[in-house]
């Protein structure tokens, strides 16, 4: 079965442009349901900041109650969805939903940059299969749009495809792949460019 996704509208992508929104919305999808205080811990916030972040999420279908957890006193969210899938694309038709997907980029850019250079600090003391099997790999192609297209399906069919009957063997753990696919900045004549 497919991974559940969720594809944003702009009000959507405005909400998670917000970096401790989407590291509320990304630490739910992977270490499962939490209350604000819990959240807010983790994330260094005050419980009622915290809060505030999750309505928002909650407002826009990121997440959900999680009724099944907790009691009366304690309300616990959870993912309502196990990825999320941004429609850039779309997100022309006006110039407030282009100037959203460009917030809700830079943030992920962010988050990203923030990964990597956690991993870059803690590489040399993870055990030596974990170095082996980790990579900072990049590769510069020549493409035309279609295949570029091509290319990254293939690449994100490969990563969604792959065999989850591993994943509780000991010596198993989190692994991330980050899937960045673009031309080269400063190499492709911008739309409105009069060069």
């Known amino acids: 079965?497919?991974?559940?996704?969720?594809?944003?509208?702009?009000?959507?992508?405005?909400?998670?442009?917000?970096?401790?929104?989407?590291?509320?919305?990304?630490?739910?999808?992977?270490?499962?349901?939490?209350?604000?205080?819990?959240?807010?811990?983790?994330?260094?916030?005050?419980?009622?900041?915290?809060?505030?972040?999750?309505?928002?999420?909650?407002?826009?279908?990121?997440?959900?109650?999680?009724?099944?957890?907790?009691?009366?006193?304690?309300?616990?969210?959870?993912?309502?969805?196990?990825?999320?899938?941004?429609?850039?694309?779309?997100?022309?038709?006006?110039?407030?939903?282009a100037e959203s997907a460009e917030a809700y980029l830079h943030t992920v850019a962010l988050m990203l940059t923030e990964t990597l250079m956690q991993h870059a600090e803690e590489r040399r003391y993870l055990p030596e299969p974990w170095q082996e099997a980790s990579t900072t790999s990049d590769w510069h192609l020549r493409l035309t749009p279609n295949r570029a297209e091509q290319l990254v399906d293939a690449l994100a069919d490969l990563i969604e495809g792959w065999e989850r009957d591993g994943e509780d063997e000991v010596g198993a753990a989190s692994f991330v792949v980050n899937l960045n696919a673009f031309p080269r900045p400063g190499t492709v004549v911008l739309e409105g460019d009069e060069r």
Do not use: C
């Open 1 to 97: 079965m497919a991974p559940s996704a969720v594809t944003p509208s702009g009000a959507g992508l405005r909400a998670l442009a917000h970096p401790t929104r989407l590291k509320m919305l990304m630490l739910l999808r992977l270490e499962g349901p939490a209350t604000a205080t819990q959240l807010a811990q983790q994330l260094k916030l005050n419980t009622g900041a915290a809060s505030y972040h999750l309505r928002q999420l909650a407002e826009h279908g990121f997440i959900e109650e999680a009724t099944e957890q907790g009691n009366a006193r304690d309300r616990w969210w959870k993912a309502a969805h196990e990825s999320t899938r941004a429609d850039l694309g779309s997100a022309r038709s006006s110039e407030e939903e």
